[in-house]
């Protein structure tokens, strides 16, 4: 399986096709953003817009919020 770099700009990490984060990254997101972000519906593509929008602004893995 291939692997792709994390897009937190601050991990050096790799993650799998299909994840949104690598497993560092993502055991640090919130409880509730990543509830947030395994919910399969008509907003899951908003939401992880909302995710990378927010790693592209230099926010950390810790302080995401998810609210849609």
Same mark, same amino acid.
């Given at each position: 399986?291939?692997?792709? +770099? !994390?897009?937190?700009?601050? !991990? ?6 299909? $994840?949104? =984060? !690598?497993?560092? !990254?993502?055991?640090? #997101? ?6 947030? @972000?395994? %919910?399969?519906?008509? =907003?899951?593509?908003?939401? #992880?817009?909302? @995710?990378?929008? $927010? =790693? &592209?602004?230099? &926010? @950390? +893995?810790?302080? %995401?919020? %998810?609210? =849609?």
């Amino acid at each position: 399986m291939s692997s792709f +770099p !994390c897009p937190a700009p601050a !991990c050096e990490s790799t993650r799998k096709a299909g $994840q949104y =984060l !690598c497993w560092d !990254c993502w055991d640090a #997101l919130p409880a509730p953003a990543r509830r947030a @972000l395994g %919910i399969r519906d008509d =907003l899951a593509m908003a939401r #992880l817009r909302v @995710l990378h929008r $927010q =790693l &592209t602004a230099g &926010t @950390l +893995p810790h302080e %995401i919020e %998810i609210r =849609l």
